[in-house]
């Protein structure tokens, strides 16, 4: 194996978490690329009828970027967009992304530089209308002794395009959330799944989207305090809050009994 293609799978290796490499044996010129780097799009679907926007409602501008042996970056870099996928298209120089159809599984779009290619998968989703809870409020008896008993269920939201309940579910898109209340000291915090501080959520298949609290009883006020954290879920459609944003989830706690 040469230097350059060791360096290449080296490169892939440590870029796979967060973007998509591709590689090739070129050498000697310092504008001739080696590889190329397709960056994670921001957000994990597109609206149809739509362009993919970011959370803010900008419009998605994918990002690949182009290197050669040294590992300097090429700039500009002859780079072409497609999409094989019917249901969306990229834009063959800028490959900003439409949708005009849902699909069955996610789309791909492919960046080609030359011989070289990588690819990043987007979802198409429908047009989120509202948001509304799922499970609004929960009690949580903590302990001093057991931190297992210190997590609450997940409080959940759910989007949904149309008219409730005759709506369909708004899969693969961003939830914010935050605690709101109490304001000054926060004696929890918001966590996923696995246990992972964690503020965004992307909704399921059935639009369903939630985060937990996790209880820190040392900083209460008193080892037998009672009192609520209150948590707002907001989302948002070109970078304007979704009717019923924010929804108001709440956890009551209470010494264990």
């Known amino acids: 194996m040469t230097k350059a293609a060791a360096r290449c799978t080296i490169s892939a290796i440590f870029g796979a978490a967060a973007v998509v490499y591709a590689c090739t044996d070129i050498s ?3 504008t ?23 959370t803010t409602g900008a419009v998605v501008h994918p990002v690949v970027r182009a290197f050669n042996f040294k590992g300097g970056e090429i700039s500009p870099a002859p780079i072409w967009f497609q999409s094989p996928d019917s ?59 057991d931190s297992t ?13 149309g008219v409730a309940p005759n709506d369909s579910a708004v899969k693969s898109y961003i939830v914010s959330f935050e605690i709101v209340y109490p304001v000054d000291s926060q004696p929890g915090e918001l966590i ?13 298949a059935t639009g369903i989207a939630g985060r937990k609290i996790r209880l820190h009883p040392v900083l209460l006020s008193s080892p037998t305090a009672v009192d609520s954290i209150v948590v707002n879920a ?9 009717s019923g944003s924010p929804v108001r989830l709440v956890v009551l706690y209470k010494p264990l009994s």
């Open 28 to 30: 000697g010129s310092s």
């Open 32 to 54: 001739a690329v080696l590889s190329i780097q397709f960056d994670t799009l921001p957000v994990p679907a597109v609206v149809v009828g739509d362009t993919l926007r970011d």
């Open 192 to 204: 996923n799944g696995l246990n992972r501080p964690s503020m965004i959520d992307t909704t399921d």
């Open 149 to 161: 008993k210190n997590v609450s269920a997940e409080l959940q939201v759910k989007l949904g395009h």
């Open 87 to 145: 249901g969306v298209t990229a834009d063959s120089v800028t490959g900003i992304v439409t949708a005009d159809s849902l699909l069955p599984s996610s789309a791909r779009i492919i960046a080609t530089v030359g011989t070289l290619q990588a690819i990043q998968r987007v979802d198409v989703t429908l047009r989120p209308d509202f948001i509304q809870a799922v499970t609004a409020i929960d009690t949580l008896e903590y302990s001093l002794l």
């Open 234 to 242: 907001t989302t948002r459609y070109r970078g304007a809050p979704v």
